[in-house]
């Protein structure tokens, strides 16, 4: 797929919004990228809460990690690597009522040390932290998660 495609706005929304089926069912869109920083929000629908009538913690757990890997692949390539979770802590900090919303940058110091254990050793970890917050702004959510990255043999 040529560079220019990957990199144009719609692409990007086409492919978090839709061609992650994971995404579609709960509802996370891609509301912005640019540069490093990516802006992901969720619609609270009935079939993603717990009986409680509050956003069930899985479907906090996939916002929260789905903006590491957008921002992440939109620098090195969603085709050329695959980016998966090792490990991740989901702290609760308020009960999530309604739409939510999480904003992550990546710093550019993370992102050199991505491309670097990339390019000389083909794989990589890091860490990467994000909150998620509800429609007044307080935070529902941080997760801290570990990722294992590995470049594509293509």
Do not use: W
């Not at 990199?7 to 579609?24: A, D, G, H, I, Q």
């Not at 869109?29 to 899985?58: C, F, P, S, W």
């Not at 921002?71 to 090792?86: C, H, P, Q, S």
């Not at 991740?88 to 991505?114: M, P, Q, R, W, Y």
């Amino acid at each position: 797929m040529s560079a220019k495609i990957q990199e144009s706005t719609l692409f990007k929304k086409l492919f978090v919004n839709y061609l992650v089926p994971m995404n579609r069912t709960l509802g996370i869109k891609l509301k912005a990228m640019k540069d490093n920083e990516v802006i992901m929000t969720m619609k609270g629908q009935r079939k993603i809460t717990n009986y409680g009538g509050t956003i069930h913690g899985g479907a906090i757990m996939a916002l929260a990690e789905t903006v590491h890997g957008g921002a992440v692949l939109n620098k090195i390539g969603a085709f050329e690597n695959l980016m998966v979770t090792k490990n991740c802590n989901l702290k609760f900090l308020k009960k999530a009522k309604g739409d939510l919303k999480v904003h992550f940058k990546l710093s550019d110091e993370n992102e050199a040390t991505i491309k670097t254990h990339l390019k000389d050793n083909g794989k990589c970890e890091i860490e990467l932290v994000s909150a998620v917050t509800d429609t007044q702004g307080y935070i529902v959510a941080e997760l801290t998660a570990l990722y294992h990255i590995k470049r594509l043999k293509i």
